[in-house]
T-cell receptor, first 113, second 113 residues
Framework: SQQGEEDPQALSIQEGENATMNCSYK?????LQWYRQNSGRGLVHLIL?????REKHSGRLRVTLDTSKKSSSLLITASRAADTASYFC?????????????FGRGTQLTVWP | SQTIHQWPATLVQPVGSPLSLECTVE??????LYWYRQAAGRGLQLLFY??????ISSEVPQNLSASRPQDRQFILSSKKLLLSDSGFYLC????????????FGNGTRLTVT
């Protein structure tokens, strides 16, 4: 299936440490997006990286994309307790203009104060 | 600015009862609309998407249906709920085309008893 898969499923760190989450996918894409979900809430878009980009930054977030390996990583630097949430990668369908996104199961990040 | 409203926030329904979840978007026109379901500890499963009024596509066969009677209104329905329909239902919208982020509602927690 097109669905991305995040790794690890769960990550527990102390405040101030960096958190790295990985995503692998199976088919060609136009872009890859990362989302965050607080418990019991909807998802919030964090960052989008296009297939012709290799790295992108937004504040404390750094995303990389390796289309040859069909993988992406999300790095959160200097993590805070407020970063505790589930993080999902989402991939589109390269052959489609319909904007459908396919999500993985997510990484549950816990940041301890 | 654009907003998305989804209701109700929680719902407990007996097996065999009907279902109607509603989603409306404000501040934009002709959005692409989506219904996702998230089972406990799982990723998001795309159920339906719509590119226009009365234009609905289903991603997976199931006990649910969707309708879009107005440009910014998306309804998820069932005639008879099953236990397996329990989950967290999320409505989302995006502008037409690829490379645009999804904007999610706050979700409906459905428990079928």
């Amino acid at each position: 299936s097109q669905q991305g898969e995040e790794d690890p499923q769960a990550l527990s760190i102390q405040e101030g440490e960096n958190a790295t989450m990985n995503c692998s996918y199976k088919t060609s894409i136009n872009n890859l997006q990362w989302y965050r979900q607080n418990s019991g809430r909807g998802l919030v878009h964090l960052i989008l990286i296009r297939s012709n980009e290799r790295e992108k930054h937004s504040g404390r977030l750094r995303v990389t994309l390796d289309t040859s390996k069909k993988s992406s990583s999300l790095l959160i630097t200097a993590s805070r307790a407020a970063d505790t949430a589930s993080y999902f990668c989402a991939t589109d369908d390269r052959g489609s203009t319909l904007g459908r996104l396919y999500f993985g199961r997510g990484t549950q990040l816990t940041v301890w104060p | 600015s654009q907003t998305i409203h989804q209701w109700p926030a929680t719902l407990v329904q007996p097996v065999g009862s009907p279902l109607s979840l509603e989603c409306t978007v404000e501040g934009t026109s002709n959005p692409n609309l989506y219904w996702y379901r998230q089972a406990a500890g799982r990723g998001l499963q795309l159920l339906f998407y719509s590119i226009g009024i009365d234009q609905i596509s289903s991603e997976v066969p199931q006990n649910l249906s969707a309708s879009r009677p107005q440009d910014r209104q998306f309804i998820l329905s069932s005639k008879k709920l099953l236990l397996s329909d329990s989950g967290f239902y999320l409505c989302a919208w995006t502008k037409t085309g690829t490379g645009t982020p999804l904007h999610f509602g706050n979700g409906t927690r459905l428990t079928v008893t």
